[in-house]
Nanobody, 114 residues
Framework: QVRLMELGGGLVQPGGSLRLSCAAS????????MGWYRQAPGKERELVAT???????SYADSVKGRFTISRDNAKNTVYLQMNSLKPEDTAVYYC????????WGQGTQVTVSS
């Protein structure tokens, strides 16, 4: 069984930074894709950052230049560094791993407000 545990959400002022982490436990034999989605109430789910195994890291246009996805393989953890945060970034952030199945974190709230 696979579990993804998210940490790092919270309240920050505009222009501030947060670092989200997503630690995976359990066996995942082949990962096709991993990354982060976000969803705000009343809005569509948005793919924020993706790290395909055989492709290039990519970002939503809305976060390019501000967010960075990275991974620590030794700790089985994927991160999302978020800088220059804007109120529009307020959402619940979900990490994911796609292999033979889809696995999701529990979600962590990010609120950007003065």
């Amino acid at each position: 069984q696979v579990r993804l545990m998210e940490l790092g959400g919270g309240l920050v002022q505009p222009g501030g930074s947060l670092r989200l982490s997503c630690a995976a436990s359990g066996s995942i034999f082949s990962i096709n894709d991993m990354g982060w989605y976000r969803q705000a109430p009343g809005k569509e789910r948005e793919l924020v950052a993706t790290m395909p195994t055989s492709g290039s890291t990519s970002y939503a246009d809305s976060v390019k230049g501000r967010f960075t996805i990275s991974r620590d393989n030794a700790k089985n953890t994927v991160y999302l560094q978020m800088n220059s945060l804007k109120p529009e970034d307020t959402a619940v952030y979900y990490c994911y791993v796609y292999s033979a199945h889809a696995y999701w974190g529990q979600g962590t709230q990010v609120t950007v407000s003065s």
